[in-house]
């Protein structure tokens, strides 16, 4: 039902390195949403845009995420130096932004050894 | 989550049966989405309320803004409704908060 494609669905990294994954939204969202889901299924927001602008983030994205969403570019989302704690299912969703129906991508799955 | 509360945590049904999943929000909430994530993680978006009820198939889901709660009914239960529920809400300044889920089997 969703034409959200997350890259890759699995990431393997050590402490320390970047990780770095992709998310097409579906044609014609200009809202993308990254969420990070915990092993207790806890949803945590990290970042949203607009077409290319940044609409929200919290204070973990902007010190130690890079994010972006270039035109006629996948969105991208990379952690600088990776953390045990970073080890989480990371979501993308894009919604058609009237309403904020938010459809979600497979999701990219990180571990950090 | 702290914005949302939802329950029950866990629930287990036999096919055939029907129950109700609930949310409760502790701030002013615009709308609220409902959502089954499969054993592979992927998120189906099952409804989008910014008030009333809506009913799609064997789920119906239920919104009052005022009272500030959201359920999901599910009826007649089959196997492969299993999987975990999480309903969301968005407030004024257009953030969405999830609830921590709801687990549910159901069992032949």
């Known amino acids: 039902n969703s034409k959200v494609i997350q890259t890759p669905r699995y990431l393997v990294k050590g402490q320390g390195q970047k990780a770095k994954m992709r998310c097409i939204p579906e044609?014609?969202?200009?809202?993308v949403f990254w969420y990070q889901q915990n092993k207790n299924n806890e949803f945590k927001f990290l970042i949203n845009?607009?077409?290319?602008?940044?609409?929200?983030q919290i204070d973990m994205t902007e010190k130690r995420f890079s994010a972006e969403c270039p035109s006629n570019s996948p969105c991208s989302l990379e952690i600088q130096s990776s953390e045990a704690g970073d080890s989480a299912l990371y979501l993308c969703?894009?919604?058609?932004?009237?309403?904020?129906?938010?459809?979600f991508g497979a999701g990219t799955r990180l571990s950090v050894l | 989550g702290d914005q949302v509360e939802q329950s029950p945590s866990a629930l287990s049904l036999h096919e055939g049966t029907s129950s109700a999943l609930r949310c409760n929000f502790t701030?002013?909430?615009?709308?609220v989405q409902w959502f089954r994530q499969n054993s592979r993680g992927s998120l189906i978006n099952l409804f989008y309320?910014?008030?009333g009820t809506k009913e799609n198939g064997r789920l119906k889901s239920a919104f009052d803004s005022k009272e500030l709660y959201s359920t999901l009914h599910i009826r007649d239960a089959q196997l492969e409704d299993s999987g975990t529920y999480f309903c969301?809400?968005?407030?004024?300044?257009?953030?969405?908060?999830f609830g921590d889920g709801t687990q549910l089997v159901v069992k032949p």
């Open positions: 969703a894009s919604s058609p932004g009237q309403e904020n129906t938010l459809y």
């Open positions: 044609k014609g969202h200009p809202v």
């Open positions: 845009f607009q077409n290319q602008e940044v609409l929200q």
């Open positions: 701030t002013t909430t615009r709308s």
């Open positions: 309320l910014a008030s």
């Open positions: 969301a809400a968005e407030n004024n300044n257009n953030r969405i908060f």
